[in-house]
């Protein structure tokens, strides 16, 4: 009845400011010392662990005498009579009281930092949607300056400055991939592209980059390419944005080249 006890260590006052004595002469209830939340959850694992199980283990809260609320694992036998009926259980109860606030904060940590992801997500898309309107403006007035008539020279800078632009949008999807990313949602799409236009962007974008340092940028695609890929252009490109900007950086003279070759299939 109430978890009659048979015997109860003197810990028991460290545990909920209570004698042992006065649990075992009936002065107290043992049973009253569970939080009134907790009592039917408790209740009702007993009623299903006697008579099923041999061990258990279970965390439920309790009231300290001076009011606090401390968290307890209880963990034990069940002793069963040769006919099978339970006749005590014999356990240990211990205060895991930090253990929790613990574990409570850092589920508050993980709270506020996904959080903070969902706003840098919105502030990403938010930033991404004001950039790509005058970038898009930018790059239909070139396209509409490229189907005229212009010099030679001209339509060079001009393509470099549709070609910078696009490759800005494509800079902008990277960052919102990254964000995805961040949360387990990026996709990689597959798609036929030209790999031949995807590294000439590449080397039209950082060439000023390697000229300002004096540096000479080359390009080489090998004429035995197939014309047509299949794959993440946009992954390929940032790659190789990486790749090619990293050895510009760290290229103090002489040139940097990117060489677009056939790796000869192994397998076949």
């Not at 401390?70 to 259980?89: F, N």
């Not at 490759?167 to 902008?172: G, V, Y």
Request: aromatic share 6%; charged share 30%; glycine share 6%.
């Amino acid at each position: 009845e109430n978890w009659t006890p048979l015997f109860l260590s003197d810990a028991i006052y460290k545990l909920n400011g209570h004698q042992a004595e006065d649990y075992l002469n009936g002065t107290l209830d043992f049973g009253s010392w569970l939080l009134p939340e907790d009592q039917v959850r408790v209740e009702q694992f007993f009623e299903q662990a006697v008579g099923s199980q041999d061990r258990y283990e279970l965390e439920y809260r309790i009231t300290h005498r001076d009011g606090r609320i401390r968290w307890v694992l209880e963990s034990g036998t069940i002793v069963y009579d040769d006919a099978g009926k339970a006749k005590w259980i014999d356990g240990v109860m211990l205060d895991i009281s930090e253990r929790k606030a613990m574990e409570s904060e850092l589920r508050h940590a993980k709270q506020k930092a996904e959080e903070a992801g969902d706003s840098k997500a919105a502030f990403l898309a938010n930033m991404s949607h004001e950039i790509r309107t005058p970038m898009n403006a930018i790059i239909g007035f070139s396209d509409i300056l490229l189907d005229s008539e212009l010099p030679t020279d001209v339509r060079s800078h001009l393509q470099t400055i549709s070609r910078s632009a696009q490759s800005l949008l494509h800079l902008l999807n990277d960052i919102l991939d990254s964000a995805k990313l961040d949360k387990s949602k990026l996709e990689v799409e597959k798609l036929p592209f030209r790999l031949s236009a995807c590294v000439d962007m590449v080397v039209s974008t950082l060439w000023l980059q390697a000229k300002n340092k004096d540096l000479t940028l080359g390009l080489e695609v090998d004429d035995d390419l197939p014309p047509v890929l299949l794959g993440a252009e946009d992954r390929i490109r940032q790659v190789l944005m990486n790749l090619v900007g990293n050895a510009i950086k760290f290229t103090e003279n002489g040139s940097v080249d990117l060489r677009s070759t056939q790796t000869p299939n192994k397998q076949g």
